[in-house]
Each structure stands twice: as C-alpha cells, then as structure tokens.
C-alpha cells in the first residue's frame, strides 16, 4: 500500500504511546490493533473494550509475553475452551470400573476363602492356592490405570473476540516473512502508525516513533490494508485449536471421578 499527502502528526521519543492509550481506552464503536508483540495488562483493557460493546480485532504474533511463564494468563481469556463429555469414551470407561470392582469383590471373597480353609484344616499350604491371585490384583492394577488415563472429554476453542496470530520466525531463519508493522485503528476515523509494539515498554518506556492519522482517505487505506492482512495467506499463521491446546497445557486435566 502507498498513499501520499496524507495529513498527520508526528511524535518521536519516549512515552509515544501516551495519546494512542487515551484514544483507545476512549473508543466508542471498534479498535482494531497489528502489534507483534502484546502485554498482559493490554491485553487485559481489549477484553475490557470488547465487554464494554467496543468491537475489537487483532492481529499479532505468537511470541506473547504472557503466554509462557507465571505471568497472568490474559490470553487464556481470548481463546475460550469449552468442554464437552465423549459418551462412547465415558460408557467405556464406566465399564472398566465396573469390572474393576467385580475384580475386587471376586480377589477379596477368595482371599477369604483361603484363609478360613487354611484356619479350619491348620494347612497353611493352602495358602498357596492364594499364588494366581496375584494376576487378579496385577489385572486390577491394569483397568485402574485405563481408568485414570481414560480421556472422556473433547475440548474445542472459540475466541472471544476475532483475532489472527502469525507464527514467529525461527532465529535461525532468515527468509521467514513476518509481520513486523504495528497499525492502530480507532472507530475506522483516526490511525496511528509507526514504531511502538502494544506492550508496556513500547507505549511508555521505549524510544519510538509515531505518527497520528485522521486524514479521512488515508484511513480509509489503512483500513482496507488491515482487512487485506485479516484474510491473507501469504504469511504462516497459527491454528486456533492448536494454540488453544497449548495454551491450556496443564489446565486441560482428565477428571476421572472415584475410581475406588
């Protein structure tokens, strides 16, 4: 895209961010934000945005800082997991319990057996009777572990609001094609283009530069050029699902119930 003589303000320095952060948080209609790089607390006023009737959009990187680590897990809220029961998974699994306490009953009332035999005829070779029982209790052992490993449940992901995520480049690559541009539209009437991610450091700590747009045609562009990137294939982009499981790796727990 190439527009010229398009009426802007210029800002050069530190704290670049400062107008930009006003002008969003005091969107009314949408805001739709290309940054590689996010912040916690920023992506924390998006779904404010989005929970206020702002309609947001967003198209970044996978490198997000909150998406590794201890930090708060913001993202988690982007993309929802909903969870739903396999009916042919659970009605096996439901089986293998049901075995499992058969299994129990029948080694338990053996056991008995044998000791009441060994106590009424003072033999205790008759407690050798007691050896196969050990394939009982190791078959025992077998459906309690297919019963905890038992996944009956199917995850599926959703975001909350529509959003795009391009793969990082390996370090080691040098003919990866990135996005590396950082645009900002506020209401489609004013956009901001320059230097600043949308993190912390890059609105307020870093040297960065910006400039202001509310040049009706030059944002009328920039608006056609961020949905031109919304659908475009000509960069690598992650999938949601298997971003949403990596995501909540740790957090997607098989609950099993009572296996007792």
Sequence with gaps: MYFNKAICDVYIGTG??????????????????????????????????????????????????????????????LIIQ????????????????NIKRWLYFFLIVMILMLCIMAFITWNRMVLWGGIPLILVWLLIRHYISKIRNAKIYQYTYRQLFPFKVFTTPNSQSYSHPFIHGKMYLIDDDIAYLGSLNFTGNGTKNNYETRIRIT??????????????????????????????????????????????
């Design 82 to 97: 909903d969870r739903s029961i396999d009916k042919d998974a659970n009605a096996l699994r439901l089986k293998w319990i």
């Design 16 to 77: 670049a961010g400062k107008k930009l952060m006003e002008e969003i948080e005091n969107a009314k209609r949408s805001v739709k934000i290309v940054s590689p790089f996010l912040s916690p607390f920023l992506v924390k006023k998006l779904i404010d945005l989005h929970y206020r009737g702002v309609a947001v959009q967003l198209i970044t990187m996978d490198a997000i800082e909150d998406f590794y680590g201890d930090r708060p897990k913001n993202m988690h809220q």
């Design 215 to 260: 040049d009706r045609k030059a944002v009328k562009e920039l608006m056609g050029e961020f949905e031109a990137l919304v659908h475009t294939r000509d960069y690598p982009e992650r999938e949601l699902t298997e971003w949403g499981r990596e995501l909540y790796e740790g957090y997607e727990i098989e609950i099993c119930g009572n296996i007792n």
